[in-house]
């Protein structure tokens, strides 16, 4: 998609008409500061579209029309002085942190304070969130604070197109926002209005590069880092600290130093003075991410040497600035003989990193994927994330679609990592995975999804896994399917007169169970990876089984399944911690969508819900390609027009002609696959090929 491309860019989850409320009304905005000059656009704005009116004042400015009868929405710093009167005893002041903010209504007065610049601009767009309710009735004080500081996209972003990956590496978006075939984009208005949307969900942070560094990546440390300014310049109006993805190799590539090993002293002044300069020029530079030893990827085992040595020779040299770097978990034997049971893939980041906990310094993240594999549809989660009590730990997510249908299928993902983030390891009464990752002070990490596409994220209904990321990573105990009726709300939002509540509902019902479904058309019962090599995309039951990469799911005449118990197989389960741990050696209470995960059980072992395995396989495949279907006669009801243009309803159809064939290619090969391995029919009889 070029910039020429005639078809308008989408508003996404901030449409205009998410602004009438507010830009109806009289607005105080007292305060100062970049981020305040934010606030003060966003309601300018407003209410020019809208017909209200608003007053900057900054501080010290004389106070004596801050009668909060005059203003219906007062946005304002805790430390102005003096306060307007609806503003008045709402919070007491440095309560609210860094981005919190606090909200209430009173004597006919909305009033937002916030301690921070920022937290202010995360309540403007609470308000518009809220719409005419942040203006009815009396509302109590609300306070609103981040589950965790960082809260954090990944973009796999290349500068030059990769003759494999192309210009974005698990992009289903078109190009890259930043680069165009190896230069930066010359207008980065696309970019600001990026930031914009994502500091309306709560994102705080974004990596810029590829975790995969390739030759051109590697220089935006050095003789590109003008690349870098300049998108940290777009983004900074809306409170998006930039970071970078570095090679580990970067002295030798770099630096022309013979070695990198991480405890060479002149590897360290090399980082060193490298990092001094990327401040000089970013002031608020965010910090390194880092995939080392991992697919190919250099790291500190070429020179004997840990993680833990890799992680701190980067963060001592981030340190003097507040920088932090991210050292990514995922690391593992990539060249693994199938032969081999007793080597496994899932085992790798703990064996790898619980060792060394505790020996990893202060400003150092340890990245660590969900699940103990690769972002599938359905994985036990990490056992590394309650392995390091004495370690930073961030949880990754996988925004983009790479193994749940590549934003040709609706699948949305916020059950999923509401899922992952309410688990407890330790047991009903014990911490979660978003308590144990905001007490580590590691937060939220996930890829993004979006690209140069008019719709951002090429499927227009897959904006909604962005939106709930931000929204999960801000406070994950959030309802995932109210987070969803929200991002409906705002992006098809109906202007004043017009009727929603069937689109509404209709996009509800088609997206509210949509990764159930997929899960059910795709792999069975969390065995995982039965996609194309290379593409991830289709099904291809066997194309990972005879290679190096360690995706098996050890399917015979007699059974399938990975056996990875302490009892008989890999010794998996033995991670983590009781009673889960437990729970998944037992093949009575382990629970049936991960019984392959950890099992190797016969085709007539009985489930839960007391089908046998063979016959679930059938009856989930065929039942997951009908509700496909079902959701694409649903959007043939849809009338194009009003909240719906001709081309995104023509995008979406699209996109659900294609997910409709794929899920029947999907529910042939998987079930023909195993009536041919198994030699068990089907009990009601469907064609099976």
């Known amino acids: 998609m070029t910039h020429s491309d005639p078809i308008e860019v989408h508003p996404a989850w901030l449409p205009a008409e998410a602004f009438r409320a507010l830009g109806s009304r009289r607005v105080l905005v007292r305060g100062e500061g970049q981020l305040m000059d934010t606030v003060a656009g966003e309601v300018e704005q407003a209410c020019a579209r809208y017909g209200g009116s608003w007053r900057r004042q900054r501080q010290g400015e004389a106070g004596a029309d801050l009668d909060g009868s005059r203003y219906e929405l007062v946005l304002a710093l805790t430390r102005a002085h003096p306060l307007p009167s609806a503003a008045v005893g709402v919070v007491e002041r440095g309560t609210l942190g860094d981005e919190g903010f606090a909200l209430t209504r009173r004597n ?9 610049p920022a937290g202010l601009l995360y309540g403007l767009f609470h308000v518009a969130r809220l719409g005419e309710a942040a203006f009815a ?58 930031g914009r949307l994502l500091a309306a969900c709560g994102i705080n942070r974004v990596a810029i590069n590829n975790v995969n560094v390739h030759a051109a990546e590697a220089h935006l440390l050095t003789d590109r880092l003008g690349d870098a300014i300049a998108i940290a310049d777009a983004l900074r109006p809306y409170g998006i600290r930039v970071h970078l993805s570095v090679n580990f190799a970067s002295p030798i590539a770099l ?34 991410v880092v995939k080392a030893d991992s697919e190919g990827q250099p790291g500190p085992f070429a020179y004997d040497r840990t993680h833990a040595d890799g992680a701190n020779l980067l963060a001592d040299a981030l340190a003097p600035f507040g920088g932090i770097v991210h050292w990514r978990a995922f690391v593992y034997n990539h060249r693994q003989d199938w032969r081999d049971r007793s080597t496994d893939r899932a085992r790798a980041a703990y064996d790898h990193f619980a060792p060394l906990d505790g020996q990893f310094r202060e400003n150092a993240i340890l990245q660590v994927k969900y699940g103990p594999m690769d972002f599938q549809t359905r994985e036990p989660v990490s056992p590394v994330i309650a392995a390091m009590p004495s370690t930073r730990v961030a949880v990754e997510f996988q925004v983009t679609q790479e193994y749940t249908g590549q934003q040709r299928h609706v699948c949305y993902l916020g059950p999923l990592w509401s899922e992952v983030l309410g688990f407890r390891p330790w047991g009903a009464e014990e911490s979660t995975v978003a308590q144990i990752a905001a007490a580590s002070g590691g937060g939220l990490v996930a890829v993004s999804n979006a690209g140069d596409d008019p719709f951002w994220t090429g499927h227009p209904l897959a904006q909604a896994n962005l939106y709930a990321f931000g929204r999960l990573a801000w406070d994950p ?16 939002q109906p202007a004043a007169g017009d009727g929603g509540a069937k689109l509404r509902d209709t996009l509800h019902a088609m997206m509210d169970e949509s990764w159930h479904v997929y899960e059910q058309y795709t792999a069975p019962l969390g065995v995982g990876f039965m996609v194309r090599p290379a593409d991830h995309y289709g099904p291809s039951v066997d194309g990972y089984e005879y290679t190096q990469w360690g995706t098996y799911h050890f399917a015979d005449r007699d059974g399938v399944g990975v056996d990875r118990t302490q009892a008989t197989g890999t010794g998996f389960t033995s991670q983590y911690p009781k009673p889960s741990g437990e729970m998944y050696e037992s093949l009575e209470q382990c629970p049936d969508e991960l019984l392959l995960f950890f099992h190797h059980v016969p085709y007539t072992h009985v489930l839960h819900n007391g089908s046998t395995v063979i016959q679930h396989i059938y009856d989930t495949h065929f039942e997951g390609a009908e509700r496909a279907a079902e959701m694409r006669r649903a959007w043939e009801e849809v009338e194009p027009g009003g909240l719906i243009t001709p081309a995104l309803y023509a995008r979406v159809r699209e996109r659900l002609d294609e997910q409709v064939r794929c899920a029947q290619e999907w529910r042939d090969q998987i079930n023909t696959y195993f009536f041919r391995k198994s030699g068990v029919p089907d009990e009601r009889g469907r064609r099976i090929y």
């Open 108 to 116: 006919g007065a909305t009033a937002v304070l916030a301690d921070e």
């Open 137 to 194: 009735d009396s509302r109590p004080v609300e306070r609103h604070l981040p589950a965790t500081p960082l809260r954090m996209l990944d973009h796999w972003d290349n500068i030059d197109v990769h003759p494999a990956m192309g210009q974005v590496e698990r992009g289903y978006s078109g190009g890259s926002l930043f680069w165009d075939a190896g230069v930066l984009r010359d207008d980065l208005v696309r970019v600001r209005a990026y």
């Open 255 to 288: 630096g022309g130093l013979p070695t990198a090993d991480p405890l060479d002293a002149q590897v360290r002044a090399w980082w060193e003075e490298t990092t001094r300069r990327v401040y000089e020029s970013i002031p608020d530079f965010g910090g390194y």
């Open 477 to 492: 105990g959030l309802d995932p399917i109210a987070v969803l009726d929200e991002w409906i709300d705002l992006t098809f």
